[in-house]
């Protein structure tokens, strides 16, 4: 499994707070079993926190939820546990530690979408539209309609792909690189395909009179 680049080891020049976590870490016996119990507490509640910041739109479930943020802490820990010898201490050791368990978190709740492939959409998922498709009309019936128009376009207008890929990052806030690894494939090609779902539903919205026809070729 990939993870995060880290660098070379040093130790000189590091704050207190990080030194004791880098000693406790590369102690035996009950000191280092309670240092990992303690950093692993630690990224468990980081873990739970971006769960409820970004997985809100992918309904999970409390059980569920607490399951990821689990998987996501103990995955952390290991990856920790392999990397520690390359902390030099270019930022806090509880800094840099953060990272692994985002990480794993990203790439937890890209494998949760991919599995599930939610398609439908909610009004709430309207408040999650990109600024070049939110062409958001002032009267509350109008914006309805452009609703519909929109939703009828994701459904007919979209490839299958370019409608998981819309779908994922565009409303669910997936993060691109972690959803890529879930379709094997990279970066680039996923943006090219969201900018290509993004092109294909201005150009609806516009035929349809909600999008001016100028912005139908505008950079996404």
Same mark, same amino acid.
């Given at each position: ?132 498709? /939110? ?34 990052? /565009? ?50």
């Amino acid at each position: 499994m990939a993870h995060p680049p880290t660098s070379s080891d040093s130790t000189a020049g590091l704050d207190a707070v990080s030194l004791s976590w880098l000693q406790g870490l590369r102690a035996t016996g009950s000191e280092h079993d309670a240092c990992i119990a303690r950093l692993h507490e630690l990224l468990l509640r980081v873990a739970h926190h971006e769960l409820l910041r970004r997985a809100g739109s992918l309904q999970l479930g409390d059980a569920e939820r607490d399951d990821v943020a689990h998987q996501a802490s103990d995955d952390a820990l290991m990856a920790i546990k392999a990397k520690i010898s390359t902390f030099r201490g270019e930022s806090r050791f509880t800094t840099w530690a953060y990272r692994f368990v985002i990480f794993e978190v990203s790439t937890k709740l890209a494998r949760h979408f991919w599995r599930r492939r939610p398609v439908a959409l909610d009004h709430d998922a309207w408040r999650r539209l990109p600024d070049p498709l /939110a062409v958001v009309p002032d009267e509350r019936l109008e914006q309805r309609e452009l609703f519909r128009a929109l939703r009828r376009a994701i459904d007919e207008d979209l490839t299958e792909l370019q409608r998981r890929v819309f779908v994922a990052i /565009a409303l669910h806030e997936v993060p691109m690189d972690a959803f890529a690894r879930e379709l094997g494939s990279n970066r680039n090609a996923v943006y090219k395909t969201l900018f290509d779902a993004r092109r294909k539903l201005r150009a609806s919205l516009a035929a349809a009179g909600y999008a001016r026809p100028a912005a139908v070729g505008e950079q996404a």
